[in-house]
């Protein structure tokens, strides 16, 4: 059993008590003396030249502070991207100027024209309507394959065309994969759309933006997954201020789901306005302002070749696709659709020939960027939609297909870049046969058509790589930051303890699970550990959380500094006990001097540490206080099989999911209330894709689906309650908890499993239907049944 | 939003006066017009609430009629057992939120084509009681958003005449969880109505066809071979002219068979 608090107890979420209580600190909740608002005047048409902007009316408004156009920020910088692709020539990708505020153009419906700071929100926002702006209008660029057509609009004029880069992967690759399918016995094609989709966390952005005229240090409060990657860019490549001069705190933050890992030019905005009018500048996004302005994900255009031997040996996989930027780079959306989905392609899977192009191009339409899986989900479906195509074609089991191909030894070697370290796809998939209880299915099914219903049952694999991510790796490969985490872990004269981690938890319990692990390392209670993570002032550089990686590299990073203390804390021990440091043992937080009964607390050592009458100065220093940076020397890749069981009403197309089982491995587990928690979210979200959501756009750039009352949320009642098991654990070889992440896994693992149930329930039907894209809405569903 | 005035009369006549300025418009449970106004799509110059007006709450039996005041919420609706296919209709609307402080004669004055009680009203051969006269549903369901009202009208209460056997049958939009389609079928002594909302970029109506065959023989068989055209249907990101139409069939069918 584990320690009560320790690794592997069901704690709750001491953050909870706050969060449900009204009593969380968020960005909106702080005001500072005399901030002013700003109200940003948006783009309501896609494309355009901006010909002409009179703020002469707006600027004697009741209230108002100061107007700021894109003519304010010449000679500021632009919004930086974070990741520069390298395109299957060689060339660097094309990397279009993202200036604050629109300067010539606007591109997007939602791309910001001016901004207006006035005393209240609603000034600001009448002085905004006040302003005359004249925008020649362009053609809007929707559609990709258009967009990269001889003589299309350009949505950047000093760009040669609309293609952000043509990437090959693993380029080397492209002849022989070529040959691999065109000498195999079978070969399965699938074109599919990985839909756009809105992240939608229950926050939306707010930013407020202050300065100190005595001192010169600007603060952003912001609401972020990462405030020192927004210290970084924003000080650096946007305002140019130091980054001792330069504090942003994101503070609690009601969920991000990747939207907020990117900096964005509101943030810009405020700490930029606060300086020039010596006072804070706030901003508060609506709904809708959300729906136009927060990065999008997904987008993805496929086709997806699979090619198998005459015994159905998976031997090649060959994939095209066009993946949109919308219009402008947003700061890690080139490694969305390239490292992020490129290196998964192999999946569970053991093909020996895999190629990988993708097309990225820009449109007029919000930037897209990672969301929950970010590429790994758009490589998931294409692999596991076209392993049950190719199975229906081949007449054999699914998962048959899929036990047959699975990688089995490991450390394994994928075709594309990537070596899983550890994996047991074959127990994760017999531990979902017996969750599922797929035995009884026909049972079930038979049930279902004497109510006039179809049933339809689906599996799918996932693989992830997760922990993002060595250093050096990712430098190879383009990105501009360096992926580590730290953690400082301060000890108090009293025992209790401080964390402060790089991570930031902006929903997934952190406070908890983290002060589980130091707790377990001591031996002491969790309550006397304290996580403090989002503020750049009280944490040591860090790099955020997202691609599921705070534990494993986060949590790395606070062990390494908690054995660091306790190296230190038994040198502590050994010099009180005037025993030799080689006998000290640490236990239940008590340091003994092994074979004998001399033993001194946890706060004995502390308080010797900070009150060192008694203490080996000569050895060490007082305090005890260490810090530790914590770089990955691989990926983790958690893994698992999921299964979806539908019922289809054949009248209305209308599918509800009547069961849903997850068996993942994501290692060791510290919690595993808080590891269930973020499958049945990542599994909602999924399921949110795979049946409800999509953002459109209609030709003219006019965002169709701006508001709840169309954008499909997944709610309490279109989901299922879920089976889920975490007891396969293949440990992570290479972090000190062996971990692997599990943020991301379920809304990476179900929409295959739920498109592939949808099309078994009709092809039990006699529907010969081989793919709908998702969202499998109950329209989309009878329309294909129509034939 | 923008700035408005703000009345809150006590009494159907002072609503009526405080309605006489152009610029002034009714507000119910503002479940509309508040998202309206707070987007800024519309600036009236004052608000005229309805809510304080005791003439337009509360629901009474009177005889073969259920009449419910105007300013009555979906809740109270939802919560009344003399026509409970009303009642479950009611009970179906948006959120506990909405239900409390939605209203039906806002409903029925908005006529959104995909809300329910205008299939409701429609389908029950409803009287729309104004301030000034009584409107029968069949004269009163003018078009999308459009009502027989007049500039100024208000109101008042809604009279049900409560049928042999009724029920309700709605497909919900997936992200609004308004109708897509909804169908309401009523048999009455004197007759079949069967009402169709969400469908059709007219509003709300009724479909004749499947009327005159129900009252020929009241079962889903007697509706099961008719066909709407899909032509004058609502197309939109959440289905086709043709779904739409489709789904009046099953969805008048579902009606008629949980009516028994």
């Known amino acids: 059993m584990p320690m009560d608090g320790g690794i592997g107890a069901a704690t709750k979420r001491r953050e909870d008590v706050r969060f449900l209580t009204g009593t969380g600190n968020y ?3 702080i005001n500072m003396r005399g901030q002013a608002y700003v109200h940003f005047l948006r783009s309501d048409v896609a494309h355009g030249r901006i010909t002409a902007i009179d703020t002469g009316v707006a600027e004697g408004m009741p209230g108002v502070v100061r107007i700021f156009t894109g003519a304010d920020f010449e000679g500021v910088g632009g919004i930086p991207c974070g990741w520069q692709v390298t395109d299957r020539f060689g060339a660097p990708m094309q990397e279009p100027a993202h200036p604050v505020l629109a300067q010539g153009k606007v591109r997007h419906v939602g791309d910001p024209i001016a901004a207006v700071v006035a005393e209240t929100r609603e000034q600001a926002r009448d002085a905004a309507e006040a302003i005359a702006v004249e925008i020649e209008e362009l053609p809007a660029v929707v559609d990709m394959k258009a967009a990269l057509e001889d003589g299309a609009t350009k949505v950047h004029d000093d760009l040669t065309s609309n293609l952000c880069y043509d990437w090959g992967f693993v380029e080397d690759n492209r002849d022989s994969v070529d040959a691999a399918i065109k000498g195999a016995a079978h070969v399965t094609t699938l074109e599919l759309v990985n839909q756009r989709l809105v992240a939608n966390p229950m926050e939306p952005r707010v930013a407020v933006g202050d300065y100190n005229r005595a001192s010169d240090d600007s603060t952003l409060y912001t609401t972020s997954q990462n405030p020192h990657v927004i210290r970084l860019l924003m000080g650096a490549f946007v ?122 191009v ?17 490589a998931s479906y294409q692999i596991e939609r076209v392993i049950d195509k190719a199975a229906r074609e081949l007449g054999v089991d699914p998962i048959a297909l899929r036990r047959q191909n699975f990688i089995t030894e490991f450390p394994y070697a994928t075709p594309v870049a990537v070596e899983y370290d550890t994996g047991d796809y074959v127990a994760t998939m017999d531990k979902l046969e017996e969750i599922a209880d797929i035995k009884s299915f026909a049972a079930r099914r038979a049930e279902s058509e004497k109510r006039g219903k179809l049933r339809g049952f689906g599996v799918n694999c996932y693989i992830e790589a997760c922990g993002i991510a060595p250093s050096s790796l990712v430098g190879q490969l383009g990105a501009r930051a360096g992926l580590y985490e730290s953690a400082t872990v301060r000890v108090n004269a009293t025992g209790g303890i401080t964390v402060m981690t790089g991570s930031h938890s902006h929903g997934q319990g952190h406070e908890t699970s983290f002060a589980q692990v130091v707790a377990e390392m001591i031996g002491i209670d969790a309550n006397m550990v304290e996580i403090v993570h989002g503020d750049t002032a009280r944490v040591p550089m860090g790099m955020g959380t997202y691609g599921s990686r705070s534990l494993a590299v986060g949590g790395s990073a606070m062990v390494r500094a908690t054995e660091k203390i306790i190296n230190k804390a038994r040198k502590i021990a050994a010099h009180l006990m005037e025993a030799s440091e080689a006998d000290i043992v640490l236990k239940d937080g008590q340091f003994s001097v092994a074979g004998t009964d001399k033993s001194v607390a946890w706060g004995d050592v502390t308080l010797a540490a900070y009150v060192p009458h008694n203490y080996p100065l000569e050895e060490i220093e007082p305090g005890l206080e260490e810090t530790a940076f914590y770089d990955p020397s691989n990926f983790t890749y958690p893994s698992g099989a999921y299964a979806c069981e539908v019922e289809i009403d054949p009248e209305t197309g209308k599918v509800t999911i009547e069961r849903f089982s997850a068996a993942d491995d994501f290692g060791n587990i510290v919690n595993p209330m808080i590891v269930d928690g973020q499958v049945h979210g990542g599994i ?104 | 939003m923008y700035a408005f005035e703000f009345e809150r009369p006590s009494t159907l006549a002072d609503a009526v006066a405080a309605l006489s300025d152009g610029e002034a418009q009714p507000l119910s449970g503002g479940q509309t017009l508040i998202p309206t106004l707070k987007q800024r799509l519309a600036s009236p110059g004052k608000l005229v609430s309805l809510t304080g007006i005791s003439e337009l709450q509360g629901i009474r039996v009177d005889g073969g009629n259920l009449s419910i005041g105007a300013a009555t919420p979906h809740a109270q609706v939802a919560a009344q057992d003399h026509y409970p296919v009303l009642a479950h209709l009611a009970a179906n609307i948006g959120d506990p939120a909405v239900r409390n402080r939605g209203t039906i004669g806002g409903s029925l004055a908005n006529n959104d084509p995909s809300a329910c009680y205008p299939a409701a009203a429609l389908g029950s051969g409803a009287t729309i009681v104004t301030n000034k006269r009584e409107i029968a549903a069949d004269d009163y369901f003018t078009g999308m958003f459009d009502t027989a009202l007049d500039e100024g009208e208000i109101i008042t209460e809604v009279r049900f005449p409560v049928p042999q056997r009724a029920a309700y049958a709605k497909f919900e939009q997936p992200a609004s969880r308004f109708a897509l389609v909804g169908a309401f079928v009523a048999q009455y002594a004197d007759g079949v109505r069967v009402a169709v909302t969400g469908a059709s970029n007219e509003g709300v109506f009724r479909w004749t066809e499947a009327e005159k065959a129900l009252l020929a023989n009241f079962s889903a068989d007697a509706v099961s071979g008719l066909t709407l055209d899909g032509a004058g249907m609502i197309a939109d990101v959440h289905g086709s002219g043709d779904y739409r139409a489709h789904l009046v069939g099953v969805m008048t069918r579902r009606a008629v068979a949980a009516a028994g």
């Open chain 1, 27 to 29: 960005t909106d909740d």
């Open chain 1, 239 to 360: 305002l140019g201020i130091p980054e001792h001069k330069l504090r942003v705190v994101a503070p609690d933050v009601g969920g991000g789901f990747g939207s907020k890992i990117f900096h964005y030019a509101e943030e810009a905005f405020v700490t930029f306005a606060a300086k020039a009018l010596n006072r804070p500048v706030k901003w508060t996004a609506s709904r809708s302002e959300a729906f136009i302005s927060d990065a999008h994900g997904r987008d993805h255009v496929t086709k997806i070749e699979l090619a198998l031997d005459k015994d159905n040996n998976f031997v090649a996989i060959r994939t095209h696709t066009l993946a949109n930027m919308g219009a402008y780079l947003s700061t890690f959306a080139p490694s969305v659709p390239t490292y992020l989905h490129g290196t998964l392609m192999a999946g569970n899977y053991k093909t020996p020939n895999i190629y990988v192009n993708v097309k990225a």
């Open chain 1, 362 to 378: 820009f449109t007029n339409t919000v930037a897209v960027d990672a969301y929950r899986g970010a590429g790994r989900p758009e």
């Open chain 1, 684 to 787: 909602a979200q999924g399921i949110g894709q795979a049946l409800l959501e999509h953002c459109v756009y209609d030709e003219d750039g006019q965002l169709v689906t701006g508001s709840y009352m169309d954008y499909a949320m997944p709610r309490a009642d279109d989901l299922p309650f879920y089976t889920v098991d975490h007891s396969c654990q293949t440990p992570c070889t290479h972090n000190p908890l062996g971990v692997k992440g599990c943020g991301e896994a379920g809304a990476i693992g179900s929409p295959p499993s739920v498109v592939n149930a949808v099309i078994d329930a009709l092809q039990s039907g006699g529907y010969k239907v081989d793919h709908i894209d998702m969202p499998v809405s109950p329209s989309r569903v009878w329309q294909a049944m129509q034939g």
